[in-house]
């Protein structure tokens, strides 16, 4: 197999050859694996913010939104249900559920379970906005996957998947 040149190899390859170089024990599994996940993070979140500003909205307002409109009809949570799903905190939350309220794409409401809980609700006009930034956002990650086959995209999700479900788990002392 003939030897990968800096010229023929992404970002992080290029890296991790020229530290094999100096340092040909360490292992470098880590930087090759979570190296590439941090930089696909920098060149795909612009481009998906971008989506998100068109239709009026921050990756935050996009995150509870969308965890709002997949709960399912009535399409309303608990604070706390929506801090667990988007591993936010308290105050986090409520400048996200404030911004959302005054745009009127949620409602707030007394729950009647627990009164001393406010449930946020997806409004007709909130739903139908993530519906479309949804719809657009998924159609831009499809075309930044095309460098991938069916069989290597599910390959791979099922790879990172069972990578986080180990690191979810704390077995790596994360």
């Known amino acids: 197999m003939a030897e990968n040149t800096d010229e023929s190899l992404d970002h992080i390859g290029r890296l991790l050859l020229r530290r094999r170089r100096e340092s040909p024990d360490v292992p470098l599994d880590g930087m090759a694996i979570l190296g590439r996940a941090k930089r696909l993070t920098a060149l795909t979140?612009?481009?998906?913010?971008?989506?998100?500003?068109r239709h009026g909205i921050?990756?935050?307002?996009?995150?509870?939104?969308?965890?709002?409109?997949?709960?399912?009809?009535?399409?309303?949570?608990?604070?706390?249900e929506l801090m667990r799903?988007?591993?936010?905190?308290?105050?986090g939350l409520t400048d996200r559920l404030m911004r959302l309220e005054e745009k009127g794409l949620i409602a707030r409401r007394?729950?009647?379970?627990?009164?001393?809980?406010?449930?946020?609700?997806?409004t007709a006009?909130?739903?139908a906005l993530i519906d479309r930034a949804y719809a657009e956002d998924m159609a831009l990650e499809?075309?930044?996957?095309a460098?991938?086959?069916?069989?290597?995209?599910r390959e791979l999700a099922a790879l990172l998947a069972r990578l986080l479900a180990h690191l979810e788990g704390g077995e790596a002392g994360a």
């Open 147 to 153: 460098g991938l086959t069916g069989p290597e995209r």
């Open 142 to 145: 499809e075309e930044m996957l």
């Open 85 to 91: 799903d988007l591993l936010i905190s308290s105050g």
């Open 45 to 53: 979140r612009p481009p998906i913010e971008t989506v998100f500003e």
């Open 125 to 127: 006009e909130g739903r």
């Open 58 to 80: 921050d990756a935050g307002e996009f995150d509870v939104l969308a965890t709002l409109r997949r709960s399912g009809a009535p399409f309303e949570l608990r604070p706390t």
């Open 110 to 122: 007394r729950s009647e379970e627990d009164a001393r809980s406010k449930l946020a609700c997806l």
